[in-house]
């Protein structure tokens, strides 16, 4: 059964949990089991290392064509890792200044830089932590999701 679209829709990422919760404004529309990444315990902190990230993130695109069936783009990495990234020299100031940049205007970040990327809400099922960072629930409950938010959602991923 697909959710009505929400008017003030944002999704939440409990991760110790393995829940996904659809809202309109205040209001619970729906919840969702999901997996994670193959190392799921902590926030991302460079590409590779198998964590799904946590903080605060907004849809930036929606991949019709995934081959996960269907996924939503997550605006990973966040100006905080980048700020991270930088101060660590794991970034450039040139990479730095494209991340903040994408923030600035809500478009698309850069997706391979050392800090990770490439991090989405997809399908290929739920039973069990498997990405390499990405957030996974089965095909039908993609279909639902991907129907109910539009690119701009915002996110909210917690530990």
Request: proline share 6%; charged share 25%.
């Amino acid at each position: 059964m697909k959710p009505p679209t929400p008017v003030d829709g944002h999704l939440i990422i409990h991760k110790a949990e393995r829940k996904m919760e659809l809202f309109d404004g205040e209001k619970l529309l729906r919840s969702y089991k999901i997996a994670l990444g193959s190392c799921p315990v902590g926030d991302k902190e460079i590409e590779g290392d198998g964590k799904t990230p946590e903080g605060q993130y907004y849809v930036f695109v929606k991949n019709p064509e995934s081959k996960f069936h269907l996924s939503l783009g997550l605006s990973y990495p966040s100006r905080a890792s980048a700020e991270r990234g930088l101060a660590a020299g794991v970034i450039t100031r040139s990479e730095f200044d494209s991340i903040a940049g994408a923030h600035e205007h809500g478009t698309q970040l850069p997706q391979k830089t050392r800090l990770g990327g490439e991090i989405y809400v997809h399908g290929g099922g739920s039973a069990s932590d498997w990405t390499e960072g990405c957030i996974a629930m089965t095909d039908e409950e993609i279909e639902e999701v991907f129907a109910a938010v539009p690119v701009g959602t915002r996110v909210t991923i917690l530990p």
